[in-house]
Every structure is written in C-alpha cells, then in structure tokens.
C-alpha cells in the first residue's frame, strides 16, 4: 500500500496502520485515513462540496484528497479514497454536535432508504427458506408503518445533513467521515442517537424533542419506530453469519415497544400523530 500511496498521491510514507478495514498514515504532522468505498466520482465530488460547504458552518468532516486519477483509486480489486483527519483527538461525540450538524439545510438528492431495506428483506425471504427469524415480520410491520407516517409527511424537508448510521458511543473519527453522510429529516440522526441510547438502557426519546420543532416531531417519531438496530443485527446475520440473539431481541421487542408507547402517548396530546391502532391497543403501564 505504501508504494501505491506515493504513485497515486506523490506521498512518501514510511509506515502504514492497518486497523479493522481502514489504513492510517502520518505525514508532515498530518493524519490520513484510507477507506474502502463504493461511491463513483461523480458521487465524491458532490460529496466534496457538501465538506467545502459545510466548512462554512466551522464543522469540519474530513477532506477527501484528491490523487492523480481523481478522489478514489483502484487496489487489489477495491476501490478507495484516502481523507486527511481534521480531528485535534479522538473522543465520543456530543449531543450539541449531532444538533449543530442537524440544523444544516442542504440541496442534495436523497434515498428512501426504508422502502429499499424492506424490498431486499422480502426478496432475500423469498429466497431463502430457511432463514430462522421468526421475529422479522413484527420489525418489517413496525417499518411498514414507519414509512406511511413518512409518506403522509411527504418529501419537501428531506434536505438535512444526516449519517447512514450513528451510536451514542460514536466517535468523532466516525463521526466526522464524509462517506457517512446521508440527506434526510432534520431529525434523522437524533431518532438514531436515542434508539442507541434505549439499546444502552437509557430513554432520552421524549427528552430529546426539545432539540426539534413541532413540525419534526412527525419524523423524529416515525424514524423512532423504525427498528434500525434489528436490521443491523440482519445485516450481520446475512453478510457476516453473525447469530442474533433471539433472548436478547426478545428483551428488546419489550423495551422498545413501551418506549414507543409513550412517545405515541406524549405525541397524540400536542400534535396531530396518526393514528395507530396497535399502539392503542397496548394495554397502559
């Protein structure tokens, strides 16, 4: 990797650190990174603006190089990009910094990444018979429901600055990753800070409303209800043959299930939540 480091960038560099699936080096005082990516170049130059652009707002993600074939390059049948570390020193992310990045309004195409998992679920299910999760039709039901609440919304505030995924023990090395970077709901990166924070055993989701307007209480409840962490444990299950843990989801299905329950509680009271029969179903606690 060294010798293919300075023919794609000029750099001389003396060592490389492999850790998990990146690559850091060190060079005249500067950190870099180098990661995997599936993204082409038009897609890393749009996402090099969304960088330049939010340097303007002082949060500063980390800054793709640019080689002499472009943002990314091709080794040993992967592609990928190298970033220059714009962090002084590693920590655990903050909930003023999800906030800040939340607010930050932008003009950029965006997914429905809902609509597609459940599409690669049911098909994967189709598929293969003897795939043993017997809870998957009760998170496919809550996500079906999710995505009418976000279909009722509609797409016009679909314009904020999100991450595909993010854990309340993130750190500001992940955190700032520009290959993160997703557009969505204002509240999309908050849902997914509070589900993490449940999984941890701490309930912030009503709590964290304040952080929003009324008019994103709409989202921040529907992404709530998407159960991302159940198709993380999938995708690893897929992708990985990582087992899941039926106890523990078990556990889960429980906690979760109340936490929503309140919020739907708390919601129905101050703005005009959908109605959703089975929440009302669930006997009070």
């Given at each position: 990797?060294?010798?293919?480091?300075?023919?794609?960038?000029?750099?001389?560099?003396s060592y490389v650190i492999y850790r998990n699936d990146n690559i850091y080096f060190e060079l005249n005082d500067s950190k870099?990174?180098?990661?995997?990516?599936?993204?082409?170049?038009?897609?890393?130059?749009?996402?090099?603006?969304?960088?330049?652009?939010?340097?303007?707002?002082?949060?500063?993600?980390?800054?793709?190089?640019?080689?002499?074939?472009?943002?990314?390059?091709?080794?040993?049948?992967?592609?990928?990009?190298?970033?220059?570390?714009?962090?002084?020193?590693?920590?655990?992310?903050?909930?003023?910094e999800i906030v800040k990045l939340s607010n930050i309004k932008i003009n950029w195409e965006s997914k429905n990444i809902l609509?597609?998992?459940?599409?690669?679920?049911?098909?994967?299910?189709?598929?293969?018979?003897?795939?043993?999760?017997?809870?998957?039709?009760?998170?496919?039901?809550?996500?079906?429901?999710?995505?009418?609440?976000?279909?009722?919304?509609?797409?016009?505030?679909?314009?904020?600055?999100?991450?595909?995924?993010?854990?309340?023990?993130?750190?500001?090395?992940?955190?700032?990753?520009?290959?993160?970077?997703?557009?969505?709901?204002?509240?999309?990166?908050?849902?997914?800070?509070?589900?993490?924070?449940?999984?941890?055993?701490?309930?912030?989701?009503?709590?964290?409303?304040?952080?929003?307007?009324?008019?994103?209480?709409?989202?921040?409840?529907?992404?709530?209800?998407?159960?991302?962490?159940?198709?993380?444990?999938?995708?690893?299950?897929?992708?990985?043959?990582?087992?899941?843990?039926?106890?523990?989801?078990?556990?889960?299905?429980n906690s979760y299930e109340k936490t929503i329950k309140k919020l739907y509680e708390f919601l129905k009271i101050k703005i005009?939540?959908?109605?959703?029969?089975?929440?009302?179903?669930?006997?009070?606690?």
């Amino acid at each position: 990797m060294k010798e293919k480091i300075y023919e794609e960038y000029g750099y001389k560099v003396s060592y490389v650190i492999y850790r998990n699936d990146n690559i850091y080096f060190e060079l005249n005082d500067s950190k870099y990174m180098i990661l995997k990516t599936e993204l082409n170049e038009l897609n890393l130059l749009e996402l090099d603006k969304i960088i330049n652009y939010l340097d303007n707002y002082a949060i500063f993600f980390h800054k793709l190089v640019v080689g002499k074939n472009g943002f990314s390059f091709q080794f040993e049948n992967n592609r990928y990009v190298l970033l220059k570390l714009r962090i002084i020193s590693e920590r655990e992310i903050t909930i003023n910094e999800i906030v800040k990045l939340s607010n930050i309004k932008i003009n950029w195409e965006s997914k429905n990444i809902l609509e597609n998992k459940i599409d690669f679920l049911e098909q994967y299910l189709a598929n293969y018979e003897n795939l043993e999760l017997e809870d998957i039709n009760y998170f496919i039901g809550l996500t079906e429901n999710a995505i009418t609440i976000f279909n009722i919304i509609g797409e016009n505030d679909k314009k904020y600055i999100g991450h595909k995924r993010i854990h309340c023990k993130e750190s500001t090395l992940e955190f700032y990753n520009p290959l993160n970077i997703v557009v969505d709901y204002r509240s999309r990166d908050l849902a997914e800070y509070a589900k993490s924070l449940l999984l941890n055993g701490v309930d912030k989701t009503i709590e964290f409303l304040k952080y929003l307007d009324y008019s994103d209480w709409y989202s921040y409840f529907a992404r709530i209800m998407y159960p991302s962490f159940y198709f993380d444990l999938v995708d690893n299950y897929i992708n990985k043959d990582i087992k899941i843990d039926k106890k523990r989801i078990n556990i889960l299905v429980n906690s979760y299930e109340k936490t929503i329950k309140k919020l739907y509680e708390f919601l129905k009271i101050k703005i005009n939540i959908p109605y959703i029969e089975w929440l009302d179903d669930i006997n009070n606690f």
